[in-house]
């Protein structure tokens, strides 16, 4: 039981990458799936996530308008499509699995991101100014 993450790099701010989350020895589809970041001296927080119920889809503030989560089943992959980066992206971005039961959102529509309890490593990003 592996989660896989990968795409990261160094990126100019106002560019473009996509992360991928693989994943190995389970059914990605039946796991809501979310994206975490750390920055240096930072505590980590969550990005985005998705539903393994209705493809339901939630954003942190700072990443909404900007990043896109998707899956595709077909692959057992999960994506981060991150636009119009900011210097303050920097982090290490990582993936992780909630049980299908897990809560997605608090109150407020804020989402959920306390319940994932299966995480792949990390992958860097780097966005310069």
């Known amino acids: 039981v592996q989660l896989q993450a990968s795409g990261g790099g160094l990126v100019q701010a106002r560019g473009s990458l996509r992360l991928s989350c693989a994943a190995s020895g389970f059914t990605l589809e039946n796991y809501h799936v979310g994206w975490f970041r750390q920055a240096p001296g930072k505590a980590r927080e969550g990005v985005s996530c998705t539903s393994a119920k209705d493809g339901s889809t939630y954003y942190a503030d700072s990443a909404k308008g900007r990043f896109t989560i998707s899956r595709d089943n077909a692959k057992n992959t999960a994506y981060l499509q991150m636009s119009s980066l900011k210097p303050e992206d920097t982090a290490v971005y990582y993936c992780?699995?909630?049980?299908?039961?897990?809560?997605?959102?608090?109150?407020?529509?804020?989402?959920?991101?306390?319940?994932?309890?299966?995480w792949g490593q990390g992958t860097l990003v780097t966005v310069s100014s």
């Open positions: 992780a699995t909630a049980p299908p039961w897990a809560r997605m959102v608090v109150d407020g529509g804020h989402p959920d991101f306390t319940e994932y309890d299966q």
